[in-house]
């Protein structure tokens, strides 16, 4: 069962994947959207705002999480298909937008700069 783990008060501990296809970003159309809106939304204005520069960086659709042939890849959407304007990371290494990344347990992935670990156990 594959996940991404998030270590921050704006996001729910882990996120599951329950379709082939997981779309992230800060829309709420997003299967994940980052921020978590129903944990954001109860935090006090004040944390809310201080977390606003990190988050608005992370594109309204940033990137998917697609399931083939039992293997978990990554693309960088952003909003127009053509990738995001602050970047995927894997490991540390800016993912190039629109290329199909193959993901790996542990993995450490980075969507602008809000960082999760992807788990496949």
Request: glycine share 8%.
């Amino acid at each position: 069962m594959a996940k991404l783990k998030f270590n921050a008060d704006y996001m729910g501990p882990e996120y599951i994947f329950e379709k082939k296809d997981v779309f992230i970003g800060r829309s709420p159309e997003n299967d994940i959207t980052i921020p978590d809106y129903r944990i954001f939304t109860t935090l006090p204005l004040t944390i809310q705002n201080a977390r606003y520069r990190t988050l608005r960086h992370v594109s309204r659709r940033h990137a998917v999480i697609q399931f083939i042939d039992g293997k978990y890849y990554i693309i960088d959407t952003g909003n127009d298909g053509k990738g995001s304007s602050h970047g995927t990371f894997i490991n540390n290494e800016r993912i190039m937008p629109g290329v199909r990344c193959e993901l790996k347990n542990g993995d450490r992935i980075r969507f602008a700069e809000v960082e999760c670990l992807f788990s496949d156990e």
